[in-house]
């Protein structure tokens, strides 16, 4: 049973919502007193019978599954967790550790939207059922703990920066003791090391680095459009920022970089933290509306496929709902943008051999495969190569590799081991969190860049060894 | 020795507490689910209107520990289901209830291939798309090709004699295994097979192959590999009717062209598969004829024209030809998902699986489409059209007060038509639970009771996948036919939806 019963939040400002598609209308009032009624789930958004009916349970999805092809166990596949929120919203079986276990150890990769013939919504299932679980489900103290650490430090820049700067995270926050004192130390040392170890080295000039407000564009202007800074992009990756902003110049964009943004929820939202996520999505929604731009681009694939779900994110928000749709409508990867405009900037060559590694928020989340190989094709004499068993995720997933280090761990070898099958001169992703989690098993020889990187190296002739060894940060440890 | 199986209620044991303790001592504990939740997955196969919670569920990693589980279920006797990746389309890998599912999705290494003799040896847990991959760069495939082929596995593929779109010129499964390492229902390991297909004594191998788990579980498969030819042509030829597209295909046989494949499918069958994969197939035909020519290159091309011309004179009104590997694929992935991709025109699909000689073609998709309307139900059809092997789809909807019991009711019609026709119930799917109860249409008595026999040989306590197969009173009723509630449904423990 549910440890606690549905709690309605004031927090989440929702106000009064229609429960949704199956669940009609209800009050926070009518929720406290009648508790979860939709089986284990309560009546805010469960997951939709009809979606969960779209399956025809055919096992198509199974290969494509990183969970399945890890432990060959049906539960841990799409298959699997579909029949259980099945069951689950049936009320015939309980929300167990089993039950929770099993979606805490999804990746939320969406291989397996990308893989099923019959065009199962899994997506929009499992972001149903990770916040149902947060409300109705009593994590124990060392995971509650963990979770609360990860969710007041990354999403804040100048937090992580601090972190990053000051030593180790471990002994920076003192949490050994803080755990020695909880006894939890047996569980979470190996999550804590994973974090530890993802961290690149950072006494880089690029954690200092700050966008600037607006760049204009280099000639007429196409488009203005804001860019999100992030907050693990801006202080990981400040460098794929610049030199975003810089394409976008070249090709033609005003860019806006509103100073007022923040972390746009994805991580929050990801892990079923829907409070956090909502509010997170208001503010920037509320920081890209001052600056009036025609489209908002992204260089984080994770975010992107976040801030292109606002829209039902705030579907309740009567204040928000259709400002979130109009927001949602204008976000774009900037491959996808880059490639929407058409090259305008003459490019010098930048030889060598790249792996490309299909991000999963970019690929399966948002069916953004064929822009960014386009896009780098604009590049003369660089060689695209395609990864084998490109659909299977690295294991970075937003969190998972912080909070399911040892299945991370093993996905991460594995992604790198077909990557290496290709003999790259480097590998090129479109997310932060791929980015450090390749970076972590890869050859430290072989560098790791953002395809924007390379447009800039190929728009300004700088030369790709040059920018391996002075410039990115990620390639340096 | 008495052909009578000993029916394993009477004297099944129990899987207590202590015995999944053994079980997790044996394997390791991580690998044995009791919870209730877990074993809910298994409850089914890719037919979830038949559904048996099972005690526990195993996932042993090697031979040894497969006959580590089998063992303690024949000390006990406990009945145990052997399991792949649960595509299975009748039942097959269906729990028995209190009894052990032991999944072999485990077991999935690839031992290195005999490039020289062409052949290779795989654990039973091995996608059959994975065999082939496996042996990719040495111009080698695994022939047999499902077209659940990126997921079932070839221990699945082996128990159902599984079969695809090129096994009319290559043959099923049977013809592409030599050798096998089994697990006997008393627990003792047997290596069954040789070298090649031809073999002395008793072929023991194409006994179990097409058994469905009723007589051994598969841990070790050598297979044999083909090398690729020489040259592949594909073309997708529409037709205005599905007589017409039969028509052309008797010509294409007639003509002794032997294709690599034949494979029909009606106008909502392609509905579903474009809208899953996009393959560029015409929306607007009321039929489409997808023939694949392969072999060296100039024989190739000469019958390749001849189909084309073939297809014109039977009124084709439109044909693509594939223009290189990459589209052919494409072809391919589109036809290969119908039935996955089922749930994009319809909640709830019966897919049946019966066999008719070729001639019949025309005659039995008219008599179709007469019972699909008097039902006043859709019916997709796809189709192995080269061997006769139908695979309508009976489409839905569950929540539709009596949709289910007029679409089983059709779906059990449309499989009596096919033996009416001189036919078959099932070409490759197998018998399993969902059509055990037809098999007195289709076998005597006597041929009946020689099948159990043999069971009995292998399986004496009746502990293998007992229900399976056979037509039992307890899956019949009295007098094996056409569904009806069985008495496992009404008392609750399994169900349809
Ligand atoms: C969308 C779809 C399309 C399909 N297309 C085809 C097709 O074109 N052609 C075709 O022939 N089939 C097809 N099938 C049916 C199914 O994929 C095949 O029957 C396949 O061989 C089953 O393999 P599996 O691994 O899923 O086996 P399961 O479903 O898990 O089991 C099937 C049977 O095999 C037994 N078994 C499993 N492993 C072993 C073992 N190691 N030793 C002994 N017995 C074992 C089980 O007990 C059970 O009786 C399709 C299924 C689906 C869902
Ligand atoms: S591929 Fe789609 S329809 Fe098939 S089991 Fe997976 S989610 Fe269900
Ligand atoms: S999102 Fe990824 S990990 Fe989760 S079920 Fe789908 S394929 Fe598996």
């Given at each position: 049973m549910?440890?606690?019963?549905?709690r309605?939040?004031?927090?989440?400002g929702r106000?009064?919502t229609?429960?949704?598609d199956?669940?009609?209308?209800?009050?926070?009032?009518?929720?406290?007193?009648?508790?979860?009624?939709?089986g284990?789930?309560?009546?805010?958004?469960p997951?939709?019978?009809?979606l969960?009916?779209?399956?025809?349970?055919?096992?198509?999805?199974?290969?494509?599954?990183?969970?399945?092809?890890l432990?060959g166990?049906?539960?841990?596949?799409?298959?699997?967790?579909?029949y259980?929120?099945?069951?689950?919203?049936a009320?015939?079986?309980?929300?167990?550790?089993?039950?929770?276990g099993?979606?805490?150890?999804?990746?939320?990769?969406?291989?397996?939207?990308?893989?099923?013939?019959?065009g199962?919504?899994?997506?929009?299932?499992?972001?149903?059922?990770?916040p149902?679980?947060?409300?109705?489900?009593?994590?124990?103290?060392?995971?509650?703990?963990?979770?609360t650490?990860?969710?007041?430090?990354?999403?804040?820049p100048?937090?992580?920066?601090?972190?990053?700067?000051?030593g180790?995270?471990?002994?920076?926050l003192?949490l050994?003791?803080?755990?020695?004192?909880?006894?939890?130390?047996?569980?979470?040392?190996?999550?804590?090391?994973?974090?530890?170890?993802?961290?690149?080295?950072?006494?880089?000039?690029?954690?200092v680095?700050?966008?600037?407000?607006?760049?204009?564009?280099?000639?007429?202007?196409?488009?203005?459009?804001?860019?999100?800074?992030?907050c693990?992009?801006?202080?990981?990756f400040?460098?794929?920022?610049?030199?975003?902003?810089?394409?976008?110049?070249?090709?033609?964009?005003?860019?806006?970089?509103?100073?007022?943004?923040?972390?746009?929820?994805?991580l929050?939202s990801?892990?079923?933290?829907?409070p956090e996520?909502?509010?997170?999505?208001?503010?920037?929604?509320?920081a890209?509306e001052?600056?009036?731009?025609?489209?908002?681009?992204v260089?984080?694939?994770g975010?992107?496929?976040?801030m292109?779900?606002?829209?039902?994110?705030?579907?309740d928000?009567?204040?928000?709902?259709?400002?979130?749709?109009?927001?949602?409508?204008?976000?774009?990867?900037?491959?996808?943008?880059?490639?929407?405009?058409g090259?305008?900037?003459?490019?010098?060559?930048?030889?060598?051999?790249?792996a490309?590694?299909?991000?999963?928020?970019?690929?399966?989340?948002?069916?953004?495969?064929?822009?960014?190989?386009?896009?780098?094709?604009?590049i003369?004499?660089?060689?695209?190569?395609?990864?084998?068993?490109?659909?299977i995720?690295?294991?970075?997933?937003?969190?998972?590799?912080?909070?399911?280090?040892?299945?991370?761990?093993?996905?991460?070898?594995?992604?790198?081991?077909?990557?290496?099958?290709?003999?790259?001169?480097?590998?090129?992703?479109?997310?932060?969190?791929?980015?450090?989690?390749?970076?972590?098993?890869l050859?430290?020889?072989v560098?790791?860049?953002?395809?924007?990187?390379?447009?800039?190296?190929?728009?300004?002739g700088?030369?790709?060894?040059?920018?391996?060894?002075?410039?990115?940060?990620?390639?340096?440890? | 020795?008495?052909a009578?199986?000993?029916?394993?209620?009477?004297?099944?044991?129990?899987?207590t507490?202590?015995?999944?303790?053994?079980?997790?001592?044996?394997?390791t504990?991580?690998?044995?689910?009791?919870d209730?939740?877990?074993?809910r997955?298994?409850e089914?196969?890719?037919?979830?209107?038949?559904?048996?919670?099972?005690?526990?569920?195993?996932?042993?990693?090697?031979?040894?520990?497969?006959?580590a589980?089998?063992g303690?279920?024949?000390?006990?006797?406990?009945?145990?289901?052997?399991?792949?990746?649960?595509?299975?389309?009748?039942?097959?890998a269906?729990?028995?209830?209190?009894?052990?599912?032991?999944?072999?999705?485990?077991?999935?290494?690839?031992?290195?291939?005999?490039?020289?003799?062409?052949?290779?040896?795989?654990e039973?847990?091995?996608?059959?798309?994975?065999?082939?991959?496996?042996?990719?760069?040495?111009?080698?495939?695994?022939?047999?090709?499902?077209?659940?082929?990126?997921v079932?596995?070839?221990?699945?593929?082996?128990?159902?004699?599984?079969?695809?779109?090129?096994c009319?010129?290559?043959?099923?499964?049977?013809?592409?295994?030599?050798?096998?390492?089994?697990?006997?229902p008393?627990?003792?390991?047997?290596?069954?097979?040789?070298?090649?297909?031809?073999?002395?004594?008793?072929?023991?191998?194409?006994?179990?192959?097409?058994?469905?788990?009723?007589?051994?579980?598969?841990?070790?498969?050598?297979?044999?590999l083909?090398?690729k030819?020489?040259?592949?042509?594909?073309?997708?030829?529409?037709?205005p009717?599905?007589?017409?597209?039969?028509?052309?295909?008797s010509?294409?046989?007639?003509?002794?062209?032997v294709?690599?494949?034949?494979?029909?499918?009606?106008e909502?069958a392609?509905?579903?598969?474009?809208?899953a994969?996009?393959?560029g197939?015409?929306?607007?035909?009321?039929?489409?004829?997808?023939?694949?020519?392969?072999?060296?290159?100039?024989?190739?091309?000469?019958?390749?024209?001849?189909?084309?011309?073939?297809?014109?004179?039977?009124?084709s009104?439109?044909?693509?030809?594939?223009?290189d590997?990459?589209?052919r694929m494409l072809?391919?992935k589109?036809?290969?998902?119908?039935f996955?991709?089922?749930?994009?025109i319809?909640?709830?699909?019966?897919v049946?699986?019966?066999v008719?000689?070729?001639?019949?073609?025309?005659?039995?998709?008219?008599?179709?489409?007469?019972?699909?309307?008097?039902?006043?139900?859709?019916?997709?059809?796809?189709?192995?059209?080269?061997?006769?092997?139908l695979?309508?789809?009976?489409?839905?909807?569950?929540?539709?007060?009596g949709?289910?019991?007029?679409g089983?009711e059709?779906?059990?019609?449309?499989?009596?038509?096919?033996?009416?026709?001189?036919?078959?119930?099932?070409?490759?799917?197998?018998?399993?639970?969902?059509?055990?109860?037809?098999?007195?249409?289709?076998?005597s008595?006597?041929?009946?009771e020689?099948?159990?026999?043999?069971?009995?040989?292998?399986?004496?306590?009746?502990?293998?996948?007992?229900?399976?197969?056979?037509?039992?009173?307890?899956?019949?009723?009295?007098?094996?036919?056409?569904?009806?509630?069985?008495?496992?449904?009404?008392?609750?423990?399994i169900?349809r939806?």
């Amino acid at each position: 049973m549910p440890q606690e019963t549905a709690r309605r939040s004031e927090d989440t400002g929702r106000g009064d919502t229609d429960g949704g598609d199956d669940s009609g209308a209800m009050t926070a009032g009518m929720q406290a007193e009648q508790g979860p009624v939709a089986g284990v789930f309560d009546l805010l958004h469960p997951p939709s019978g009809e979606l969960i009916d779209d399956c025809v349970h055919c096992g198509f999805c199974l290969p494509t599954c990183p969970t399945y092809l890890l432990e060959g166990i049906e539960t841990n596949s799409p298959r699997g967790r579909i029949y259980l929120m099945k069951a689950g919203k049936a009320g015939e079986v309980e929300m167990d550790e089993e039950f929770v276990g099993n979606f805490d150890a999804c990746l939320g990769c969406m291989a397996c939207v990308t893989a099923c013939p019959s065009g199962v919504k899994y997506d929009q299932l499992i972001e149903a059922v990770r916040p149902q679980i947060e409300r109705n489900w009593e994590r124990t103290r060392a995971d509650k703990l963990f979770r609360t650490m990860i969710f007041s430090l990354f999403p804040y820049p100048s937090r992580l920066r601090a972190a990053a700067f000051f030593g180790t995270l471990y002994q920076r926050l003192g949490l050994h003791r803080l755990l020695d004192a909880t006894g939890l130390l047996e569980r979470l040392p190996a999550r804590l090391r994973a974090m530890e170890a993802l961290l690149p080295d950072l006494s880089m000039r690029s954690v200092v680095a700050r966008q600037p407000a607006f760049t204009p564009a280099v000639g007429p202007s196409r488009r203005r459009v804001g860019i999100l800074s992030g907050c693990v992009q801006r202080v990981f990756f400040g460098d794929v920022n610049a030199a975003a902003t810089r394409v976008l110049a070249a090709e033609g964009c005003d860019v806006v970089a509103p100073r007022s943004q923040q972390c746009c929820g994805a991580l929050s939202s990801h892990a079923g933290r829907e409070p956090e996520a909502i509010a997170r999505a208001r503010n920037l929604i509320d920081a890209f509306e001052s600056v009036e731009v025609d489209t908002v681009v992204v260089t984080v694939a994770g975010c992107g496929s976040s801030m292109k779900e606002y829209g039902v994110l705030l579907r309740d928000d009567p204040d928000y709902a259709d400002r979130a749709a109009d927001f949602s409508a204008k976000v774009r990867d900037i491959s996808e943008l880059l490639d929407e405009l058409g090259s305008v900037a003459p490019r010098h060559p930048v030889p060598g051999r790249v792996a490309y590694h299909d991000a999963c928020h970019l690929g399966h989340a948002q069916g953004i495969t064929a822009q960014p190989r386009a896009v780098l094709a604009t590049i003369p004499e660089l060689r695209v190569l395609d990864i084998p068993e490109a659909e299977i995720c690295c294991g970075s997933a937003g969190i998972y590799n912080l909070v399911q280090p040892e299945p991370a761990e093993r996905l991460g070898r594995r992604k790198v081991e077909h990557i290496e099958e290709t003999r790259p001169d480097a590998v090129v992703t479109s997310n932060a969190g791929c980015l450090l989690q390749i970076r972590r098993y890869l050859d430290a020889g072989v560098p790791l860049f953002h395809p924007v990187q390379l447009l800039d190296a190929s728009i300004r002739g700088t030369d790709l060894s040059l920018i391996s060894a002075d410039q990115n940060p990620s390639s340096t440890t | 020795m008495s052909a009578q199986l000993v029916d394993v209620d009477h004297q099944a044991g129990v899987v207590t507490d202590e015995l999944a303790e053994e079980l997790r001592r044996r394997l390791t504990p991580d690998r044995i689910i009791t919870d209730e939740t877990r074993l809910r997955t298994f409850e089914c196969d890719a037919i979830t209107g038949y559904r048996v919670v099972p005690a526990l569920v195993a996932f042993p990693e090697t031979t040894e520990e497969v006959a580590a589980v089998v063992g303690v279920c024949a000390r006990e006797h406990i009945p145990y289901v052997a399991r792949g990746a649960g595509t299975g389309l009748s039942g097959g890998a269906l729990p028995v209830a209190e009894g052990i599912v032991i999944s072999l999705a485990r077991m999935r290494k690839v031992l290195p291939p005999d490039v020289d003799n062409q052949r290779m040896t795989v654990e039973p847990g091995v996608t059959n798309a994975d065999i082939s991959k496996a042996v990719a760069a040495h111009d080698l495939y695994f022939a047999p090709d499902p077209s659940s082929q990126i997921v079932c596995t070839i221990g699945g593929n082996i128990a159902e004699n599984s079969g695809g779109a090129h096994c009319l010129k290559y043959g099923f499964t049977t013809n592409h295994v030599y050798a096998m390492t089994l697990v006997l229902p008393d627990a003792s390991v047997v290596t069954v097979g040789g070298d090649g297909i031809e073999q002395c004594g008793p072929d023991l191998r194409g006994a179990v192959i097409g058994s469905e788990g009723t007589l051994a579980i598969a841990t070790s498969i050598t297979v044999r590999l083909l090398r690729k030819p020489e040259d592949v042509q594909t073309m997708v030829a529409d037709f205005p009717s599905a007589a017409q597209a039969g028509e052309a295909v008797s010509g294409i046989i007639a003509a002794g062209i032997v294709p690599a494949a034949v494979e029909m499918l009606d106008e909502l069958a392609i509905e579903a598969c474009e809208a899953a994969v996009h393959a560029g197939y015409s929306l607007d035909t009321a039929a489409a004829l997808v023939v694949e020519i392969d072999g060296p290159a100039a024989q190739c091309e000469e019958d390749f024209d001849r189909v084309q011309e073939i297809c014109q004179e039977a009124g084709s009104t439109h044909v693509r030809v594939a223009a290189d590997a990459g589209e052919r694929m494409l072809i391919w992935k589109g036809r290969k998902a119908a039935f996955a991709a089922m749930g994009r025109i319809s909640p709830d699909y019966f897919v049946q699986d019966g066999v008719i000689p070729r001639t019949k073609l025309g005659e039995v998709l008219a008599r179709m489409e007469e019972m699909a309307s008097e039902a006043g139900l859709r019916v997709a059809n796809v189709f192995h059209a080269g061997d006769g092997n139908l695979h309508p789809l009976v489409l839905y909807n569950a929540a539709t007060e009596g949709e289910s019991e007029r679409g089983e009711e059709l779906s059990t019609a449309i499989a009596e038509l096919c033996v009416e026709m001189g036919g078959s119930i099932t070409g490759e799917h197998g018998v399993g639970t969902d059509k055990a109860c037809s098999m007195p249409k289709m076998f005597s008595e006597d041929d009946l009771e020689v099948m159990k026999r043999l069971r009995a040989a292998f399986d004496p306590t009746g502990i293998s996948n007992p229900g399976k197969i056979f037509p039992t009173p307890r899956l019949c009723g009295e007098k094996p036919g056409p569904y009806r509630e069985h008495p496992l449904e009404a008392s609750g423990q399994i169900e349809r939806m």
